[in-house]
């Protein structure tokens, strides 16, 4: 294979792996829960990349079912993380975020389900030509998993980096307005001394 064919094949194959990398932005309530699903076949490689961008503590619970309804992870009170899984068994794969617990405050969740492709092998023995085509098939995949954890790293970052931003906005704008009231009260108590003073040292006349 030409080099120029080589590349164009490895650009469009690689793109073909990447056009189902996405996240989604959901709402939580408060008393609240939303799930997802996912089909995923025996063997396969899956994980759950998800962050809390808004609301509260900034922690959700978090619970993955596997097709036979069984949990296959569950935790409380997580605010970021990713969880990694090879699915046992061929079915639907359920990952709900649970808000039940919040009294009156809903969650802003920022996650993504990403599913590695099963690698397809012809039957019988693989000819030269067939091996030469799993070995680039193998190395597009896991350049295409480390692309796609490279992105979701940079989404994550971007969310953080706003998240902070918001943060250290509102710090300063209650530092701004406790400078201000410190301010005024010591004006205010400047005068108050000055006034006292003037009235303690004034000679009163007698009449």
């Keep these: 294979m030409k080099p120029e064919l080589y590349f164009i094949f490895l650009f469009l194959t690689l793109m073909q792996f990447l056009q189902h990398i996405q996240a989604f932005i959901v709402n939580v309530d408060a ?83 990403d599913v590695d492709e099963s690698p397809h092998r012809a039957p019988g023995a693989p000819g030269e030509d067939e091996v030469g085509h799993t070995k680039l098939e193998d190395m597009i995949r896991e350049l295409s998993g480390t692309l796609t954890s490279v992105k979701h790293e940079q989404e994550y970052m971007h969310v953080r980096d706003k998240i902070h931003r918001t943060i250290n906005e ?20 400047t005068i108050g001394q000055v006034y006292y003073l003037k009235r303690f040292f004034e000679v009163k006349r007698v009449v």
């Design 170 to 189: 509102s710090t300063n704008s209650r530092v701004v307005l406790w400078s201000t009231f410190e301010a005024l009260v010591l004006v205010l108590m």
């Design 31 to 113: 008393h609240n829960e939303e799930c997802f699903f996912e089909k995923i076949e025996t063997g396969t490689k899956f994980s759950i990349t998800f962050e809390v961008i808004e609301g509260g503590f900034l922690d959700i619970d978090i619970k993955i079912i596997g097709p036979d309804h069984g949990i296959i992870h569950e935790s409380e009170k997580e605010s970021s993380s990713r969880l990694a899984f090879v699915a046992a068994t061929a079915g639907i794969y359920t990952v709900c975020f649970d808000n039940q617990k919040s009294s009156m405050t809903p969650k802003l969740v920022m996650f993504s389900i």
